[in-house]
């Protein structure tokens, strides 16, 4: 599960490539074709994508946390099954991910280590508490909707390792988003405790939703160029866009309220009008005063030392990290 | 103080949260620490050729396709599993894909390079003309 | 055996008692894969590795699949739904083992019971598969796919930790001897047992331990441990009868919290 909202760095200063091997790269892409790890690329463009794959993997695998909360308490079989494949597909995604961003030259270890330092950000809705059963179902149907827009988008993307991982990861998402739809319709049209859950895991979640694709983006020569290099795929008001017109009406079928009076379709224009989230709290929270962020920093960093011994038992000195394939 | 969580796992985990200045500083993994990397093939099918499906971290060859076998095989159903470590896998990365380029006048080892019946008609016709005279 | 050849087909052509018995091996069987199941998926998202994670927690969706495909029998014979009887029950009508309701521990712990538990686990399935009751047949061919890659993950896991640095082996020594008398415990004597076996339903909890401790003992040699003898171990009985450890208290609480806040309505 991933959103827009991560913030491409500015370039610190202009690196003067290759002119020719640079037009070489850039009508390839213009053609439609993949880069591959090998491949000549711009040292902006391998910093780009190592962040951002980066960031999406670190989405995952802390993703995993917030409906891993409920993994023991989930009512029922079903449901039971359901969330313990959906919270090992998060941690399969991150693996899948992890390796793409690899293959352009960050080991493993080295993102965790950024991870749990504070330094590599992910996802900013994670950062918030799962508080009833109820906000795992909301995660899954609208945090996972939000996630498979941007990532359909991505996987339309430039490069070839992250591509052919998201084409994996978006299938597995559709289960998500059928699981967690399934999951709210049971509780919307459930017994009068089950609908004010879902009523008030909507209210809680509605602000991060809102925050989960980013804040405008500014129109600059830098997002050009990632996007004329497709590694940002789309703007985040017209991803935010596209969520609001496919799902708002699917919550209201339910008689849910948005907690949001000026939420409404503009007929004329046929875009959504929202109150402004608050982009401060957006900051606030990324930077590391969320509700939940020293939890999950904290959590990641003991199941990495937990398993340490594990790990160094097996572990072959002699033999050399290889970057993977793909 | 330990973290008191929503998630009874975490409660019971019994973990201190890190203090923010330190944790800057962290260094939990050291290089190799989650162990070398694999290559993972599969086959979808019987009969089929086995494919290069991703890549993932394991101690040795056994583990890898211990582990393989749930990250690559529990959504859709596979075959076989075939396992390398990625050091062992030979390519040639600089200008690799111009020795690719085919050139399209090596007709000679086409099925469409070889065009015979006008001969066959032509001798037909005049081995005709031959036997009827 | 032949497959048309079942003695029964279905439980209406059983006694009442062996009826009784059939319902007592599948409760202490659901029952164990249910908890354990549950015990092993407290694991995800926080396992040892990614790949480990994944693996692991595939298992352990598996024991829950074959803990309610057991319920189901029993409720075809009978009992409620596997929904109701899973998560509704008092602690005192469960019949798992000591050896699934303790807490998930260090990975040493949770592998090494991984290994104990599923290497009965297969061979009770297997003996199974010989059964004269069809239904159990059937359940023992559905789940040997399951069980191989069970069986396998952890016997690789075992052998490489208990040979592999002085830390690990002595962790996986240790953890072994804690894990004895509770795997005992999982061939605690039914009063069905003679019965079963008589009626060529299941070869019964001693047959099984027999098969198991040698298996067992093989595997855990090979790999460099010391396996304790089996005359020194009291095993750790009573939860076939419904009595159990203080774990299992708590555990069914916190899985049944969310279930119970309105047992009566869907989720």
Known sequence: MYGGGNIFEKPENEIQEDPVKLAEFEARILAGEKIEPTDWMPKEYRKQLIRMIEQHAHSEIIGALPEGTWITRAPGFRRKLALMAKVQDEVGHAQLLYSAAETLGKPREEMINDLISGKSKYSNVFNYPAVTWADTAVIAWLIDAGAIINQVANSKGSYGPYCRALERICQEESFHLKYGHDNVVFLATGTPKQRQMVQEALNRWWPPIMHFFGPSDKISVHTETLMRWKVKMASNDDMRQKFLDMYVPKIWDLGLTIPDPKLRKNEETGVWEYTEPDWNEFKRVINGDGPCNAERLAVRKMAEEKGKWVREALLNRNEMYSVPLS | MPIKSIDPRITRANIEIQNKETSKENKVLEKLDHWQTYEVFAQNKRGEHYSHVGSLHAPNPEMAWILAKEQFGRRNKITGIWITKTSDIFSVTENEEEMFELNSEKIYREAGGYKVMDRINKFKKENKKISEK | ?267
């Open chain 3, 1 to 267: 055996m032949n497959v048309n050849e079942y003695k029964y087909n279905s439980h209406t052509e059983m006694s009442d008692e062996l009826t009784s018995g059939v319902k007592d091996l599948l409760f202490k069987m659901a029952d164990d894969e249910l908890i354990l199941g549950h015990r092993n998926s407290e694991w995800t998202g926080l396992g040892p590795i990614l790949e480990e994670d994944i693996a692991f927690s595939s298992m352990a969706q598996d024991k829950l699949g074959q803990a309610q495909a057991i319920y189901n029998l029993l409720n075809q014979m009978g009992e409620q739904d596997a929904d109701t009887l899973a998560f509704t029950r008092n602690e005192n009508e469960y019949k798992c083992c000591h050896f699934v309701e303790y807490p998930i521990g260090e990975y040493d712990f949770s592998l090494m019971r991984h290994f104990l538990f599923d290497a009965a686990e297969a061979l009770r399935y297997n003996s199974l598969l010989n059964s004269s009751y069809k239904p159990l047949s059937d359940l023992a061919k559905k789940f040997r796919g399951e069980l191989r890659y069970h069986t396998l993950h952890s016997e690789v896991w075992i052998e490489q930790l208990s040979r592999a640095t002085e830390e690990s082996k002595a962790r996986m020594q240790s953890a072994l001897n804690e894990c004895m008398p509770l795997a005992l415990g999982i061939f605690e004597p039914s009063k069905y047992d003679d019965l079963l076996l008589q009626e060529g339903v299941f070869t019964g909890e001693e047959n099984l331990k027999s098969g198991w401790y040698e298996h067992i003992q093989n595997i855990l040699t090979n790999s460099g441990l010391k396996v304790p003898d089996l005359s020194s171990i009291t095993p750790s009985f009573g939860g076939r009868n419904g009595y159990h450890t203080e774990y299992l208290k708590p555990l069914l609480d916190e899985m049944c919290e969310v279930y119970k806040i309105d047992p009566e309505a869907e989720w």
